[in-house]
Nanobody, 126 residues
Framework: VQLQASGGGLVQPGGSLRLSCAAS????????VGWFRQAPGKEREGVSC??????????YIVDSVKGRFTVSRDNAKNTVYLQMNSLKPEDAAIYYC??????????????????WGQGTHVTVSS
């Protein structure tokens, strides 16, 4: 089970980025995928989750980014996306995707995410 997050970069405040979480070695549609971020000196924060396509397909967005971030999946590309709009300096962090590895699951508690991808850096600065 391998996940790879990509799409980070430098963006000005108010700009947009789309992060991708690609899977190799397994079919991502069967698993819930979470997005997390960690800024320097801060604890890791759960940002978003999308449940398995075999579950109810529900999504979760943390209140601090609600209305600006959306999560979706493209099963044909075996990829989950995090679309980030209206970015703020406080959104700067390393973003990670992860899965619990349990087929057919809804979004699990953070402690149940066992498979993590390498992070991608997001910098929001003018």
């Amino acid at each position: 089970v391998q996940l790879q997050a990509s799409g980070g970069g430098l963006v000005q405040p108010g700009g947009s980025l789309r992060l991708s979480c690609a899977a190799s070695g397994f079919t991502l549609r069967y698993y819930a995928v979470g997005w997390f971020r960690q800024a320097p000196g801060k604890e890791r924060e759960g940002v978003s989750c999308i449940s398995s396509s075999d579950s109810d397909g529900s999504t979760y967005i943390v209140d601090s980014v609600k209305g600006r971030f959306t999560v979706s999946r493209d099963n044909a590309k075996n990829t989950v996306y995090l679309q980030m709009n209206s970015l703020k300096p406080e959104d700067a962090a390393i973003y990670y995707c992860a899965t619990d590895g349990t087929p057919g699951s809804g979004c699990p508690p953070t402690r149940e995410y066992h498979y993590w991808g390498q992070g991608t850096h997001v910098t929001v600065s003018s």
